[in-house]
């Protein structure tokens, strides 16, 4: 229980008030540091009487966690708020608006004047204070609005209602301060704060405790984790702190920026046994001249040059990126340096982008904006060069037998079940559904681009 007097006491006066069934449905869209906000908002509001459900219809109170990051992320959100305004029409219905889009003037301004059946609107920084805005909210019927410009200790202390009881998100930091020329996430998140090394390895080894086999340490750029009052400790530090936890099977983290990543820190990947053999660096793109425009402080050798390191040390590691099309200004000659740094490297995935503009960052105010034929045609290049990678890579595996980490049942075969390899490959293969949550050896006999099959290998 998180020890905020005046928050226990309104979540008590909340469960006095609320029928003994109310319940609470979230949607969250965006990256890993929303879905994680999202477990710890359902644990909040459990606390304040309102139950879990996965069916929306019969929620009392929905709420979404939104995210700025692209324009069609917020367009989506928009989408559902209109849905929501019929069906709030036929029912008693509170539903709050939180996350990224939140922290944003414009776009609150577009839910404030456009969608005025949303009763509670907070943002990434205070959600503690929930059940303080929805008791507010039952008391006066008026819309209630709170939005914090930085990250709040409070919220450190939330505990999560997690998604999967053998796998873990865990903040390290909180906010980003690169100010990347595109992104609006410094705006969204405030400035960077690291958590106390104390604070994680006490939640990481209680999380063990629970029957928690592998967590993944959260940050927007997990490189530059610095704790106030820990001089000199560094995210190489803290993972191989995290590493003596015993019973602690895997460690995976993410992002890192190329920018900060350590010579350590590929050591540790050699060295460290619960270190996943799978590394997230984001490249953006292949050109300098987009890499500076885009103020990420290095270049393609300076990538290259980990990627040679890191491969050198770890030859099986498999190796992810985000990389976004049709920055201002992007000539053909810089996609194709993109295109030429993505064969070299060969990724096993990629998270890849249209260029967004979002209004407030340098880039969305360049006048040389590429137009939208051209960004899907550069896209469309781009996939094509990293499909059949991928999959030259995965069909690599085939014959090897590969630890997975059962997550579940496959969405479209009820008879597989689906997990990770450590090198985070998706991999399916036979099996009944009381293996979920179990580390197993499996033999992989067939790949594509996205994923593996196999068989359960008897031991
Ligand atoms: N902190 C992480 C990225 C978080 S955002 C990092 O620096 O690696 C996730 C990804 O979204 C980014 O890596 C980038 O590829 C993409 N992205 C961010 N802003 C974008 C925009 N305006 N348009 C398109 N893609 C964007
Ligand atoms: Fe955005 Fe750059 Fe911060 Fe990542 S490091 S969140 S891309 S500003
Ligand atoms: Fe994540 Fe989207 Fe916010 S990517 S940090 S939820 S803007």
Redesign the pocket.
Known sequence: MYSINQEEQIIHILKESLAPDASHHIMTYGCQMNEHDSEKISWVLEQAGFKPTEDPDQADLILLNTCSIRHSAEDKVYGKLGELKHQKRKRKLTIAVCGCMMQRKESRDCVLKKFKHVDIIFGTNNIYKLPSLILEHYETGRPVLDIEENFQTEDDALLANRYYPYKSFVNIMYG?N???SY?I??YTRGREVSRPSQDILREVKNLVKSGVAEITLLG??VNSYAPALEDGYSFTNLIYDLAEIDGLKRIRFM?S?PKDISKDLLIAFRDLDPLCNFLHLPVQAGSNFILDKMNRHYHREDYMRIIDQVKSLVPDIALCTDIMVGFPEESERDFEDTLDLVRYVEYDSAFTFLYSPREGTPAAKNPNQIPKEVKQARFNRLTDTLYPIFERKNKQLIGQTMDVLVEGVSKQDKTMLTGRTESFKLTHFKGDKNLIGKILPIRIHSANSFNLEGELVDK
């Open positions: 980003c690169n100010f990347c992104c996430v410094p927007q750029n992002t920026h």
